[in-house]
């Protein structure tokens, strides 16, 4: 079964695609609410931040392999280090 957060699920329902504009919209706000969550996140220091589950951890990695990101774009994206991206795709 798939989530579908509330603010999209008015593009999912319609018949005809969203406006551009709407969809500039919609991209605007999701990515101040992502800025504002990742304000919130870094200010928590790093030893008290929660882990990421290994569900999130492969979808991390399979984000950073989609869009071609090295280690370090990844780590900074998702606030953890390079060495500890790297430290995922290893073998336990």
């Given at each position: 079964?798939?989530?579908?957060?509330?603010?999209?699920?008015?593009?999912?329902?319609?018949?005809?695609?969203?406006?551009?504009?709407?969809?500039?919209?919609?991209?605007?706000?999701?990515?101040e609410?992502?800025?504002?969550?990742?304000?919130?996140?870094?200010?928590?220091?790093?030893?008290?931040?929660?882990?990421y589950?290994?569900?999130?951890?492969?979808?991390?990695?399979?984000?950073?392999?989609a869009?071609?990101?090295?280690?370090?774009?990844?780590?900074?994206?998702?606030?953890?280090t390079?060495?500890?991206?790297?430290?995922?795709?290893?073998?336990?």
């Open positions: 079964m798939c989530a579908v957060l509330p603010s999209t699920a008015p593009f999912i329902a319609s018949a005809s695609p969203p406006s551009g504009n709407r969809l500039d919209s919609e991209v605007a706000l999701l990515r609410e992502i800025r504002i969550k990742d304000a919130r996140m870094a200010a928590v220091a790093p030893h008290r931040r929660p882990h589950s290994p569900t999130e951890r492969m979808a991390i990695l399979e984000l950073m392999a869009r071609g990101w090295p280690k370090a774009e990844a780590g900074r994206r998702f606030l953890v390079d060495d500890t991206v790297a430290s995922w795709s290893r073998p336990d």
